[in-house]
C-alpha cells in the first residue's frame, strides 16, 4: 500500500503570509495528488487535482507543484477564510490514500 | 444540481450492525461510482472503497474488506454502506462521496453520517 506521509501536522501563520504544505508518498505516485480543505463541521472540498490544476471556484491564490514523490500546496497569500486542515490524497494505485493532515491557523 | 444526501445520525451497540445511506440526485446516478470515506473524531480521512451502481462492481480498501459491504438501489438513486460487527473502533463520521464530471477528484460529497458506537 502506498503511504502518504503530509507535514507539517500544525501550521500558525498571519494573514497575508504565504504558506506551504507538504506531501511524500511512499513510492512514485506520478501525478496523481488531490488536495482538500475541510473546515471545522464540514464535508472535505477539493482544491487541486493531479498535483497542479484548480478545481472550479477555487480562488488562485491556492497551487499545487510536485511529481513523483513530492508534492506541494502552496496559499501564496493567506486569508482569514484559509483557517482549516489541509489533507493530500493519492490516487495513483487502486486504492486511495489520504495524508495525515495539517491544521491551518491564525497567528 | 449534483446533491448526496446521507443519513441521520446512528447510535448502535457494540457487536451490531448498521447500514447508511446516501441519496444521489441532480445526475444519472449510474454514470459515477461512489465511494465511502471515514474520518474518526479529529483525525484523518480513510478510503472504504467504491461501488459502480451501474453493475454492482466494488472495489475496497484492504483494511475494510470484512468491515464494510457497498450496495445500491437504483430504482431510488441509493447507495448504500453496511457496517458490521461493530466496536468503538468504528465510531467515526462516514461520507459518501463522488467523482467530478471530467472524473478529476472527489467533487462532491454528503453531507456525513455520525456512527457512535456505544452500550
Known amino acids: 500500500d502506498i503511504q502518504m506521509t503530509q507535514s507539517p501536522s500544525f501550521l500558525s501563520a498571519s494573514v497575508g503570509d504565504r504558506v506551504t504544505i507538504n506531501c511524500k508518498a511512499s513510492?512514485?505516485?506520478?501525478?496523481?495528488l488531490d488536495w482538500y480543505q475541510q473546515k471545522l463541521g464540514e464535508a472535505p472540498k477539493l482544491l487541486i487535482y493531479?498535483?497542479?490544476s484548480l478545481h472550479t471556484g477555487i480562488p488562485s491564490r491556492f497551487s499545487g507543484s510536485g511529481s513523483g514523490t513530492d508534492f506541494t500546496l502552496t496559499i501564496s497569500s493567506l486569508q482569514p477564510e484559509d483557517v482549516a486542515t489541509y489533507f493530500c490524497l493519492q490516487h495513483n494505485s487502486g486504492s486511495n490514500t489520504f495524508g495525515a493532515g495539517t491544521k491551518l491557523e491564525l497567528k | 444540481q449534483v446533491n448526496l444526501l446521507q443519513s441521520g445520525a446512528a447510535l448502535v451497540k457494540p457487536g451490531a450492525s448498521v447500514k447508511l445511506s446516501c441519496k444521489a440526485s441532480g445526475y444519472t446516478f449510474t454514470d459515477y461510482y461512489i465511494h465511502w470515506v471515514k474520518q474518526s473524531h479529529g483525525k484523518s480521512l480513510e478510503w472504504i472503497g467504491y461501488i459502480n451502481p451501474n453493475s454492482g462492481y466494488t472495489n475496497y480498501n484492504e483494511k475494510f474488506k470484512s468491515k464494510a459491504t457497498l450496495t445500491v438501489d437504483k430504482s431510488t438513486n441509493t447507495a448504500y454502506m453496511e457496517l458490521s460487527r461493530l466496536t468503538s473502533e468504528d465510531s467515526a463520521t462516514y461520507y459518501c462521496t463522488r467523482l467530478s464530471i471530467r472524473g478529476t477528484g472527489f467533487a462532491y460529497w454528503g453531507q456525513g453520517t455520525l456512527v457512535t458506537v456505544s452500550s
Open positions: 513510492q512514485n505516485i506520478n501525478k496523481y
Open positions: 493531479n498535483t497542479n
